[in-house]
C-alpha cells in the first residue's frame, strides 16, 4: 500500500523505528465500527458550528491549500530558503495530491487572504519573497482537525497516548505539522489510493455529505438504509440540493450507495461503501499514528537535548 514513492526503509527513517501499527491490522481491528462513529461524530462535529467555515473549507482545494500551508509553514527553517512556505512550493506540494492549476491555487490563496484566513507577507530574510501564513484562527481550527482525525486511535489503541493532540496542545501541534513535511509524499499516495473516497473529495462539501450519509444510516432503525433529504443537506454544507443528488448519482454509479426514493427519502449504503470508507480512515490513522509516533520521539529528544 505504500508503494514506491516512500519505502519501508525510508518510513522507518522518518518514524525512528518501525511504524508500531500496521495498515491492515487497523482495518481488521473489530472495534472499528465503534472507531468510525467516534470519527463521523468528530469529523461533521467540527463543521457544525460556524457556517462561515463550513462554507469556506468544504472545496477540497481551499482545504488543501490551507491544510498544506500549515505544514509548511511549521517546517520552515529561516536559514534554509528551500524550505520557506512561499507560492511557488505550495504549488510543487499540491501537484502531488492531483491539483496541477497554477491558476486555480492563486485563487484558493486569494480567497484564503482575502477573509483573513492566511496571509502573504515579505520574508524577513528576503523581503522580495512573500511567504504564507495561517491566521491564528485557521491554526486553532487545525488543531481542531487534527483530533477529529485522531479521535478513531483513541478508540481502537487506549494505551496509547494521544493526549497532547487530544488537548490542542499548542507546542505539540506545532511540532507534529513541522514533523509532517516528509510525510506528505505518503499522505497523498494513500489519498490517490482510494478512489471512492477521492469522488466525494474531489466534490465540494463531498467529505462532509459523505459523512453526514453514513452517520445517518449508522443510527437509522433501517440500518443500511438513510434518509438524507437533498435540500436539508445541501442547506446544512451550503451547497444546492441538485449538487446533491448529483454527488449521489455518481456514488450510485460507481456502486457505493442504492437510491431507493426521490430526493433523497431512502439511501442504501451498499457494502463496497462501508469497506471503502473503513480503509479510508484506517489510511488517516495508518499516518497519523505514524508522524505522532515521530513527534513524541523528537519532543523528548528535544527536552533531553534542553
Known amino acids: 500500500m505504500t508503494g514506491a514513492t516512500l519505502e519501508q526503509a525510508e518510513i522507518e527513517r522518518l518514524v525512528g523505528g518501525p511504524p508500531r501499527l500496521a495498515l491492515d491490522d487497523i482495518v481488521r481491528h473489530p472495534r472499528l465500527p465503534e472507531a468510525r462513529r467516534a470519527y463521523l461524530d468528530a469529523f461533521l462535529g467540527l463543521y457544525s458550528g460556524d457556517p462561515f467555515i463550513v462554507r469556506l473549507l468544504i472545496e477540497s482545494g481551499r482545504f488543501m491549500v490551507y491544510h498544506i500551508a500549515a505544514i509548511l509553514e511549521a517546517g520552515a527553517d529561516p536559514a534554509r530558503r528551500d524550505t520557506w512556505p512561499t507560492i511557488k512550493r505550495l504549488k510543487e506540494t499540491m501537484t502531488l495530491f492531483g491539483f496541477a492549476s497554477d491558476r486555480h491555487v492563486d485563487q484558493l490563496v486569494a480567497r484564503l487572504c482575502s477573509v483573513g484566513f492566511m496571509e502573504l507577507k515579505p520574508a524577513a530574510e528576503d523581503r522580495r519573497v512573500?511567504?504564507?501564513?495561517?491566521?491564528?484562527?485557521?491554526?486553532?481550527?487545525?488543531?481542531?482537525?487534527?483530533?477529529?482525525?485522531?479521535?478513531?486511535?483513541?478508540?481502537?489503541?487506549?494505551?496509547?497516548?494521544?493526549?497532547?493532540?487530544?488537548?490542542?496542545?499548542?507546542?505539540?501541534?506545532?511540532?507534529y505539522r513541522r514533523i509532517s513535511v516528509p510525510f506528505l509524499p505518503l499522505g497523498a499516495e494513500l489519498l490517490l489510493s482510494l478512489p471512492d473516497s477521492l469522488l466525494f473529495f474531489n466534490r465540494a462539501a463531498g467529505s462532509v455529505i459523505e459523512a453526514a450519509l453514513l452517520q445517518a444510516a449508522m443510527a437509522a432503525p433501517s440500518y443500511p438504509h438513510a434518509a438524507v433529504p437533498y435540500a436539508d443537506i445541501g442547506e446544512?454544507?451550503?451547497?444546492?440540493?441538485?449538487?446533491?443528488?448529483?454527488?449521489?448519482?455518481?456514488?450510485?454509479?460507481?456502486?457505493?450507495?442504492?437510491?431507493?426514493?426521490?430526493?433523497?427519502?431512502?439511501?442504501?449504503?451498499?457494502?463496497?461503501?462501508?469497506?471503502?470508507?473503513?480503509?479510508?480512515?484506517?489510511?488517516?490513522?495508518?499516518?497519523?499514528?505514524?508522524?505522532?509516533?515521530?513527534?513524541?520521539?523528537?519532543?523528548?529528544?528535544?527536552?533531553?537535548?534542553?
Open 130 to 175: 512573500r511567504i504564507l501564513s495561517p491566521s491564528e484562527k485557521l491554526r486553532a481550527h487545525d488543531r481542531d482537525w487534527l483530533a477529529a482525525h485522531v479521535t478513531p486511535l483513541t478508540i481502537l489503541f487506549p494505551g496509547h497516548d494521544y493526549g497532547p493532540v487530544m488537548r490542542r496542545e499548542g507546542p505539540f501541534h506545532a511540532l
Open 236 to 306: 446544512r454544507f451550503g451547497v444546492s440540493r441538485t449538487h446533491v443528488r448529483q454527488l449521489l448519482e455518481a456514488a450510485e454509479q460507481a456502486g457505493l450507495v442504492k437510491l431507493h426514493a426521490r430526493g433523497g427519502r431512502r439511501v442504501e449504503i451498499l457494502p463496497r461503501h462501508w469497506s471503502s470508507y473503513d480503509r479510508g480512515i484506517a489510511a488517516g490513522m495508518y499516518i497519523h499514528d505514524m508522524v505522532y509516533v515521530a513527534t513524541e520521539r523528537a519532543a523528548r529528544h528535544g527536552a533531553a537535548s534542553g
